[in-house]
């Protein structure tokens, strides 16, 4: 199994559907990420997930919302999304240590959302 | 509503150079702020965590400031690197019945060039 798995890789979905996006990893890390990539600007962080915090980004808007069951699964639930929610979002773990120390982030092949 | 504002979005400068980064915030109640330091291909990494008490604190050439009563921060890095070049990405901590929540700034895009 490859370290960290998206599914689905293409997805679809009309702006009234509800939707969601898995990630999982075998890495044994304790962090996972949110990234959205969008065409022409910079990796853009979504959401970051411990188990020790739960986490709210009011820069996302609230038609995302992330939910982290356990240390090796993050989802991305999706509702009534916007044309320009269509991007390439990524999701990466990595081992946190103590204050400023982060090992080398793993990314998934992430999913292509195409918002119709 | 808790919204954390960064300024500029994104900063050019050169190599030795020192230049600051803004960060407004309006949570409440208010725990604690961080300033993440993001580099392309690896996890965002905390430079410094500002409670409510304290002003100033310095990691490196980063020094973060904080104003609790105009809910300001301030990231200074002096005499910039190339490996400077990242995003830096304002957090600030809030606890509630729920349990403590973080609420992002969408970051400021730092290059710096030789």
């Known amino acids: 199994e490859t370290g960290v798995t998206q599914t689905p890789r293409h997805l679809v979905m009309g702006m009234t559907n509800k939707k969601s996006l898995k990630c999982e990893q075998h890495l044994g890390h304790n962090a996972m990420y949110w990234y959205k990539q969008s065409a022409k600007k910079p990796l853009e962080l979504m959401f970051v997930?411990?188990?020790?915090?739960?986490?709210e980004n009011n820069s996302v808007p609230s038609r995302f919302s992330p939910e982290c069951p356990n240390s090796s699964h993050l989802f991305l639930h999706l509702h009534t999304l916007q044309p320009e929610d269509s991007a390439l979002y990524l999701c990466?773990?990595?081992?946190?240590?103590?204050?400023?120390?982060?090992?080398?982030?793993?990314f998934g092949q992430g999913t292509r959302l195409t918002v119709v | 509503k808790n919204q954390v504002e960064q300024s500029p979005q994104s900063l050019i400068i050169l190599e030795g150079k020192n230049c600051t980064l803004q960060?407004?915030?309006?949570?409440?109640?208010?725990?604690?702020l961080r300033w993440y330091k993001q580099d392309t291909g690896r996890g965002p990494v905390s430079l410094t965590i500002?409670?409510?008490?304290?002003n100033t604190k310095s990691n490196g050439r980063y020094t973060a400031t904080l104003d609790a009563d105009t809910k300001q921060s301030s990231l200074h890095i002096t005499a910039s690197q190339l490996s400077d070049s990242a995003s830096y990405i304002c957090?600030?901590?809030?606890?509630?019945?729920?349990?403590?929540?973080?609420?992002f700034g969408k970051g400021t895009t730092l290059s710096v060039s030789s």
């Open positions: 997930y411990s188990l020790e915090e739960r986490v």
């Open positions: 990466a773990s990595s081992q946190v240590s103590g204050i400023s120390r982060s090992t080398e982030a793993f």
């Open positions: 500002m409670t409510f008490s304290e």
């Open positions: 957090v600030v901590s809030h606890s509630n019945q729920a349990g403590t929540a973080l609420i």
């Open positions: 960060c407004n915030y309006t949570v409440s109640p208010f725990s604690n």
